[in-house]
């Protein structure tokens, strides 16, 4: 989500450079994340969604519909 780097259309070396170390960062945090034997980095509710939406679950076989309420309200995870 770089929004502030979206209208150039070439990264100076700086945006380059701060964008590189973020990337590193958010890599780093989901490592320990999903490291079970980590707790230095708790799993957030979105987290284990997002595992569990990376496994590919076929619902397709268990269910024929699923409703959702307040759709307006999930994280694009559910969605």
């Known amino acids: 989500h770089f929004v502030r780097f979206q209208s150039n259309r070439r990264l100076t070396s ?9 990337l590193n960062l958010t890599r780093d945090v989901w490592e320990k994340m999903v490291d079970i034997q980590d707790r230095s980095v708790s799993m957030t509710h979105d987290g284990y969604l997002k595992l569990y939406q990376m496994s590919q679950p076929d619902l397709s076989q268990r269910f024929g519909a699923i409703l959702l309420d307040e759709g307006q309200d999930v994280n694009p995870v559910i969605a």
């Open 14 to 22: 700086v945006q380059q450079q701060y964008m590189s170390k973020a």
